[in-house]
């Protein structure tokens, strides 16, 4: 059974603060990663994929990925009250018919 | 222009009734996939299908059966409701199946509600 474990949170941080989001994956065949916002009631937003080795920035977003320890995860720099939302981690493996499996998403309040 | 679309956003039915939701992509993807969203916001998926072709089934009991008329639609109809099948059901489609291809985008959701 492919796990993907996110600590549900809630993860508190002032604004304007760094966010650490982390999450763990136990299939080492995992390829790609990504990361999803979800806000509440809404669909998952893509944020940011990852699939090798080493950070990923795009913006106020970094993506943190270490396959030796199946950890991937997302800092959120500048935190703003706009950044409140349940982020989810999701991970997949190279092959076609293996399933995107989502973390159970920590949810992520930034305090103005 | 919406991306992933699905009808309707929502349903409330009586146990045992039987109904569909529908899902149409205008990204031009081949991948098409149905998630289920439980109460405690676990997302699930499914099914998906690769070019109308059903690729991944994942123990869904076989009350709910997908049907994808082309690539641009992936439909689920729901036989004989049941309260457990409340829920947030969610489309979403890729470009492909593996790897850098599946960046999945998501419809708006379709909340079921079974009384």
């Known amino acids: 059974q492919k796990e993907v474990e996110q600590n549900s949170g809630p993860l508190s941080v002032p604004e304007g603060a760094i966010a650490s989001l982390n999450c763990t994956y136990s299939?080492?065949?995992?390829?790609?990663f990504f990361w999803y916002r979800q806000y509440s009631g809404k669909s998952p937003e893509l944020i940011m994929f990852?699939?090798?080795?080493g950070d990923k920035e795009d913006g106020r977003f970094t993506a943190q990925l270490n396959k030796a320890s199946q950890y991937v995860s997302l800092l959120i720099r500048d935190s703003q009250p706009s950044d409140s939302a349940t982020y989810l981690c999701?991970?997949?493996?190279?092959?076609?018919?293996?399933?995107?499996?989502f973390g159970k998403g920590t949810r992520l309040s930034v305090i103005a | 222009d919406t991306a992933v679309s699905q009808t309707p956003k929502y349903l409330v039915t009586q146990m045992g009734n039987d109904k569909s939701i529908k899902c149409e992509q205008n990204l031009g993807h081949d991948t098409m996939y149905w998630y289920k969203q439980d109460s405690k916001k676990f997302l699930k998926i499914m099914f998906s299908y690769n070019n109308k072709e059903l690729i991944i089934n994942e123990t869904v009991p076989n009350r709910f059966s997908p049907k994808s008329p082309d690539k641009a639609h992936l439909n689920l109809h729901i036989n004989s409701l049941e309260l457990g099948d409340s829920a947030v059901y969610f489309c979403?489609?890729?470009?492909?199946?593996?790897?850098?291809?599946?960046?999945?985008?998501f419809g708006p959701g379709t909340r079921l509600t079974v009384l």
């Open positions: 979403a489609s890729s470009l492909g199946l593996a790897g850098t291809y599946n960046e999945q985008f």
């Open positions: 299939d080492r065949g995992s390829q790609s």
């Open positions: 999701a991970v997949i493996g190279n092959s076609g018919n293996t399933p995107l499996v």
């Open positions: 990852i699939y090798s080795n």
